[in-house]
C-alpha cells in the first residue's frame, strides 16, 4: 500500500526540523507494509487563514493529489484542516482522507462530545464549517471549535519541535480546560502539525481529567490506512452518484487546461 501526504505549503528548508520530527512520529504508528511519502505543492499561497485564500490553495491541493493518483498512489491524505476534502474525492478515483474528517470521525468512537482546539481564529470558523458538513456538530459541545492566543506562528511551531512543554502546551491546556468545563470529553488537536508533537513529548491527556488529547494527524493517516485496505482488498471505495461521481476527464480536463492548470 502507497500513501501520499499532501501538505498544503511548498517546501520550506527553515521547517526542517519539523518535517524530520513529523516523519518521525507519524511512519512507526503505520503497518510494515504501507509505504508513505511527503509531497509539498509546487504553488502555494502558504497561507489559509482566510476563506479565499484557502479557496485558491485548494485548487492547487486538488491538482497534486490527481497527480498523486496518477504516480501510482493507493491512497490520498490531505494534510491540513483547511482542505477541500469533497472537490478530491469527487475527482478521484482512490480514497481521499483528511485531518478533520478522520480525526473527527475517530472521535465518535473515543467519547460522547468532542472539541477541537486550533490555531488561530479564522481556522475556527473553517472547521466549524467541517463539523456542519460532516453532520457531526450534535456530537461537539457548545463553541466547538476553539483557539489558543496568542495565535501560533512559525516560532511557537519551532519551539514545539524542540519544547512544546515550554509554551505550546500551557497555551493549549489553558483552553482545554475550559472545553473540558463546557463538556467535552475528547480533545482534537486543530493543526495537522502540533498533534504529533505533543504525542512524542507524550502529552496525551489533559492532566487529571481522563480526557484524551488526540493527535489528530496521525489517528486520521491510521484511518486513511484502514479505507486504503478496504478499497484494495473490497474494491469499495466512495459513491458514485450525485456529488461524488466524477465529471467527464474530458471537461475536467478542459477547465483545467483554461486555467493553465494543466
Given at each position: 500500500?502507497?500513501?501520499?501526504?499532501?501538505?498544503?505549503?511548498?517546501?520550506?528548508?527553515?521547517?526542517?526540523?519539523?518535517?524530520?520530527?513529523?516523519?518521525?512520529?507519524?511512519?512507526?504508528?503505520?503497518?510494515?507494509?504501507?509505504?508513505?511519502?511527503?509531497?509539498?505543492?509546487?504553488?502555494?499561497?502558504?497561507?489559509?487563514?482566510?476563506?479565499?485564500?484557502?479557496?485558491?490553495?485548494?485548487?492547487?491541493?486538488?491538482?497534486?493529489?490527481?497527480?498523486?493518483?496518477?504516480?501510482?498512489?493507493?491512497?490520498?491524505?490531505?494534510g491540513c484542516w483547511n482542505d477541500p476534502l469533497w472537490e478530491a474525492r469527487e475527482v478521484l478515483s482512490v480514497p481521499v482522507g483528511?485531518?478533520?474528517?478522520?480525526?473527527?470521525?475517530?472521535?465518535?468512537?473515543?467519547?460522547?462530545?468532542?472539541?477541537?482546539?486550533?490555531?488561530?481564529?479564522?481556522?475556527?470558523?473553517?472547521?466549524?464549517?467541517?463539523?456542519?458538513?460532516?453532520?457531526?456538530?450534535?456530537?461537539?459541545?457548545?463553541?466547538?471549535?476553539?483557539?489558543?492566543?496568542?495565535?501560533?506562528?512559525?516560532?511557537?511551531?519551532?519551539?514545539?519541535?524542540?519544547?512544546?512543554?515550554?509554551?505550546?502546551?500551557?497555551?493549549?491546556?489553558?483552553?482545554?480546560?475550559?472545553?473540558?468545563?463546557?463538556?467535552?470529553?475528547?480533545?482534537?488537536?486543530?493543526?495537522?502539525?502540533?498533534?504529533?508533537?505533543?504525542?512524542?513529548?507524550?502529552?496525551?491527556?489533559?492532566?487529571?481529567?481522563?480526557?484524551?488529547?488526540?493527535?489528530?494527524?496521525?489517528v486520521a493517516l491510521k484511518y486513511l490506512e484502514a479505507m486504503t485496505d478496504i478499497a484494495l482488498k473490497l474494491g469499495t471505495v466512495?459513491?458514485?452518484?450525485?456529488?461524488?461521481?466524477?465529471?467527464?476527464?474530458?471537461?475536467?480536463?478542459?477547465?483545467?487546461?483554461?486555467?493553465?492548470?494543466?
Amino acid at each position: 500500500m502507497k500513501l501520499c501526504w499532501i501538505h498544503p505549503t511548498t517546501a520550506n528548508d527553515a521547517l526542517a526540523p519539523l518535517w524530520d520530527k513529523l516523519d518521525a512520529a507519524v511512519r512507526p504508528a503505520l503497518h510494515p507494509g504501507t509505504e508513505l511519502e511527503f509531497r509539498f505543492l509546487p504553488k502555494s499561497g502558504n497561507f489559509v487563514r482566510s476563506a479565499y485564500a484557502e479557496h485558491i490553495n485548494s485548487v492547487h491541493i486538488v491538482e497534486a493529489a490527481l497527480k498523486a493518483e496518477a504516480d501510482g498512489f493507493d491512497g490520498i491524505f490531505l494534510g491540513c484542516w483547511n482542505d477541500p476534502l469533497w472537490e478530491a474525492r469527487e475527482v478521484l478515483s482512490v480514497p481521499v482522507g483528511s485531518v478533520s474528517e478522520q480525526s473527527m470521525l475517530a472521535a465518535l468512537a473515543m467519547g460522547k462530545r468532542l472539541a477541537v482546539i486550533t490555531v488561530s481564529q479564522k481556522t475556527t470558523v473553517a472547521i466549524e464549517n467541517d463539523l456542519l458538513a460532516y453532520g457531526l456538530r450534535d456530537r461537539a459541545i457548545v463553541r466547538p471549535v476553539r483557539t489558543i492566543m496568542p495565535e501560533s506562528d512559525a516560532g511557537l511551531l519551532l519551539g514545539a519541535v524542540s519544547d512544546p512543554h515550554a509554551a505550546f502546551i500551557p497555551r493549549i491546556e489553558e483552553v482545554a480546560r475550559g472545553c473540558i468545563a463546557d463538556g467535552a470529553d475528547v480533545i482534537l488537536i486543530g493543526c495537522a502539525y502540533y498533534g504529533p508533537l505533543l504525542r512524542m513529548a507524550g502529552y496525551s491527556e489533559v492532566p487529571g481529567t481522563g480526557v484524551p488529547v488526540v493527535d489528530s494527524s496521525t489517528v486520521a493517516l491510521k484511518y486513511l490506512e484502514a479505507m486504503t485496505d478496504i478499497a484494495l482488498k473490497l474494491g469499495t471505495v466512495k459513491s458514485t452518484r450525485l456529488q461524488l461521481r466524477a465529471p467527464p476527464r474530458e471537461a475536467l480536463d478542459m477547465a483545467r487546461r483554461s486555467l493553465s492548470l494543466i
